[in-house]
């Protein structure tokens, strides 16, 4: 009989596929090559192995042996993907940030399970297994990233799939499916290939078409074709100051390391002069002092400066950027929308400092989340904004796109992670948000990673890190929108709670069968 057969038993509660004493250190592995897939390794194939076998440990698994292997998973993954984060606060919130991703993904980890148990049971021939079981575990898979990047407290999107092949061929489709839906079809042909072997048909090339198409579609798939806008004349300083959380400075030290960086360029035609997020010490728009070397600087280039300072605003306070010229702050201000939690602001501070009285304290400022557009209009061109840690969030890329934006400029200050893969995984989304967005981007640090970014996601220019410096750049303008952008809202919405709707689907269906065939009486001579 095959083992796809319609008739096989459909209320048989099927072993896990590994016992729980292999499953578990399969999970630790599973969790650090996923690792060796993002920077600094950028192994991009790796990716695949540590997909399949996370998914095959949790093949059979009842709740808590689900949780167990997908809290060790979590673990082995995030508390070295998130090391970066004890460069500056140690290892007390570098353990509770891995901790708390860990049993999400712990959580997370029984729908994964429960899809493996019920769906075969609901569709148990060859479509059921080799296609809506893969389907339905990727969607999942998905809807576990989606969640882990959006709760609590605005979630931490790091570490996506999707983010991990920016590298290698595959990458091109994001301008099509966005990340969330690149995620989704590493998973779901990892997914196809396990029910493949499963199934025992290796002799039987058939079987493997549903596999096959999703890597036609992976490896085939062109990038979206935006359109030529011609291009802008970009000047971009990382002045290396001392922009760290407890680097030593003294009063403007940071502006005065952006302005000797900026000084080679005096004489140079440019659109535009683009700082980096706290390339200036002080809030311009309050302290005359600040604002008159901004103007004086935008006087001597002969463009407007794009940069990056706290503003305060009545009792609030904002991680903003302004465009500056020599007759002072021009135009919109754009508000970073998505603060860290416990690095900009601290939520729920009467709860949290008990536990790390020294470390919240550290904290003194509130920043409060913008909610201006993602825009800045340059002499009629559309520029797109994130400020650090927003180029990780779907939704300030997909504004500025809506907005108009036909190229990106992200401001970030990495200073706080030297030394860290941090600057490098940050890098990754800026590349992937060129090719999602078919858009070039402007991905400046005041200490490095700094690189002027195709819309292909390939390097056009780069400074080295902690060297002060500049680029000068002809950056390409694009118009357009890109599938991604279009659809990236719904196609995560069907991936994630669409995923989970079957899955709940997929249990009651399978619940109902197996009553019924408890009611139903044996046939006469069944126990023979």
């Not at 992200?410 to 890098?427: H, I, P, S």
Request: hydrophobic letters at 50%; glycine letters at 10%.
């Amino acid at each position: 009989m095959s083992r796809f057969s319609a008739t096989a038993d459909a209320t048989a509660t099927p072993a896990p596929l590994l016992r729980l004493a292999f499953a578990a250190p399969l999970a630790v592995v599973a969790g650090l090559l996923l690792v060796t897939a993002f920077p600094a390794l950028a192994w991009w194939p790796m990716a695949f192995p540590a997909v399949a076998l996370a998914l095959v440990t949790l093949i059979g698994r009842r709740f808590w042996s689900a949780v167990l292997i997908g809290f060790l998973f979590g673990v082995a993954f995030f508390s070295v993907n998130l090391l970066f984060t004890a460069r500056y606060l140690g290892p007390v919130p570098w353990a509770a940030l891995f901790v708390l991703e860990a049993l999400l993904t712990a959580v997370l980890a029984v729908p994964i399970a429960l899809a493996y148990r019920w769906l075969p049971r609901v569709a148990p021939g060859r479509v059921g297994r080799l296609v809506l079981l893969p389907a339905l575990v990727a969607a999942l898979w998905t809807l576990r990233e989606q969640i882990v990047g959006s709760w609590p407290y605005g979630g931490f999107p790091w570490g996506r799939i999707g983010v991990s092949q920016v590298n290698g061929p595959f990458a091109e489709v994001a301008s099509w499916v966005g990340m969330s839906g690149l995620s989704f079809l590493v998973v779901l042909f990892c997914a196809m290939v396990i029910e493949f072997v499963r199934a025992g048909r290796l002799r039987r090339p058939v079987a493997a078409v549903p596999a096959a198409a999703v890597l036609v579609v992976l490896a085939g798939l062109p990038a979206f074709p935006t359109t030529d806008a011609g291009s802008i004349r970009v000047g971009a300083v990382q002045g290396n100051g001392p922009a760290g959380y407890f680097d030593q400075r003294t009063r403007n030290a940071v502006l005065n390391a952006q302005l000797a960086a900026s000084a080679p360029l005096f004489g140079q035609k440019m659109d535009v002069l683009l700082w980096p997020e706290g390339g200036v010490d002080s809030d311009p728009t309050s302290n005359p002092a600040t604002a008159a070397a901004l103007s004086e600087l935008s006087r001597r280039m002969d463009a407007p400066l794009l940069v990056s300072a706290v503003t305060e605003r009545g009792a609030d306070l904002f991680n903003s950027s302004l465009l500056w010229t020599a007759s002072g702050h021009e135009g919109a201000t754009y508000d970073k929308r998505h603060p860290v939690p416990f690095g900009e602001y601290v939520p729920d501070r009467s709860f949290w400092e008990p536990f790390a009285p020294d470390l919240i304290g550290l904290i003194g400022r509130e920043y409060t989340p913008g909610t201006a557009p993602p825009l800045v209009d340059l002499n009629g061109v559309g520029v797109g904004l994130a400020i650090c840690f927003d180029v990780i969030y779907d939704d300030v890329v997909w504004d500025g796109a809506d907005e108009g934006a036909e190229v990106y400029m992200f401001q970030t200050n990495n200073a706080d992670f030297r030394g860290t893969d941090e600057n490098l995984q940050q890098l990754a989304f800026a590349q992937m948000r060129a090719i999602e967005t078919g858009r070039a981007v402007v991905n400046l640090s005041t200490v490095g990673t700094s690189q002027v970014i195709a819309p292909d996601g390939s390097t056009l220019d780069a400074l080295p890190p902690d060297t002060a410096g500049h680029m000068l750049t002809d950056v390409p303008l694009r118009t357009g929108l890109t599938p991604a952008v279009v659809i990236g809202p719904a196609v995560k919405m069907v991936l994630g709670w669409g995923g989970l709707a079957a899955l709940l689907a997929a249990g009651l269906i399978a619940g109902v069968r197996a009553r019924r065939t408890k009611k139903t009486p044996a046939p006469e001579g069944a126990g023979v």
